[in-house]
């Protein structure tokens, strides 16, 4: 089993700030089958990067991802209000599909 | 569009087998390359993968769960069932349904349902 590492836990930043969230695989984890989310209180999350760098649809180009093998990378680069969330990374490439424990993005 | 939706109960006891639904629209699961999957959250915890089952009905579990969980398809009623037994206290979460596909986002969980709260509870 792949286990995530997210770090830090919690990030405490301003809006305009740029954001820096980490996810460590205990593993190498193909870069085609990372994934990383947002959660918003009382919300499902959503889907912001597959294949640790696509942007998926709809998602602002101040998100990006990078990353390859055990580390991997959530940047978003100037932080709107609408950002502060909980991030996830995900792998998606070989069973079970293992979450990170999730970074919390708050408001400074 | 691509909408997924979770049912079941609310409410359930300790040591009772948790039946949920998963209907969804917008696509098959009779295609090549997808996937629906479930995952859970506990209040305030992070996510946790549960399930999948592929198109050609092929299914993983959760090593840690995987006594526990069942997971099947019915294509005809587009429609994705998990059971859960022995279900404890600790089973308390919100249960997501998720679509996943080899052809639009890499395997990732790109639509989810709302999710479904389950309490354990006497």
């Known amino acids: 089993e792949i286990v995530l590492t997210q770090s830090p836990g919690t990030l405490s930043l301003s809006p305009g700030e740029r954001a820096t969230l980490s996810c460590r695989a205990s593993q190498s984890v193909s870069s085609n089958y990372l994934a990383w989310y947002q959660q918003k209180p009382g919300q499902a999350p959503r889907l912001l990067i597959y294949?640790?760098?696509s942007r998926a649809t709809g998602i602002p180009d101040r998100f990006s991802g990078s990353g390859s093998g055990t580390d991997f990378i959530l940047t978003i680069s100037r932080l709107e209000p609408e950002d502060f969330a909980v991030y996830y990374c995900q792998q998606c490439g070989s069973s079970p599909f293992t979450f990170g424990q999730g970074t919390k993005l708050d408001i400074k | 569009q691509i909408t997924l939706k979770e049912s079941g109960p609310m409410l359930v006891k300790p040591t009772q087998t948790l039946t949920l639904t998963c209907t969804f629209s917008?696509?098959?699961?009779?295609?090549?390359?997808?996937?629906v999957g479930w995952i859970r959250q506990p209040p305030g915890k992070a996510l946790e993968w549960l399930a999948l089952?592929?198109?050609?009905?092929?299914?993983r579990y959760s090593p840690s769960l995987k006594s526990r969980l069942t997971i099947t398809k019915d294509t005809s009623k587009n429609q994705v069932v998990l059971t859960m037994t022995n279900m404890d206290p600790v089973d308390t979460a919100t249960y997501y349904c998720?679509?996943?596909?080899?052809?639009?986002?890499?395997?990732?969980?790109?639509?989810w349902g709302q999710g479904t709260l389950v309490s354990v509870s006497s």
């Open positions: 089952i592929y198109w050609d009905d092929d299914k």
């Open positions: 998720a679509h996943r596909s080899s052809h639009t986002s890499n395997w990732s969980f790109d639509y």
């Open positions: 294949g640790a760098s």
């Open positions: 917008g696509f098959s699961l009779s295609t090549s390359g997808v996937s």
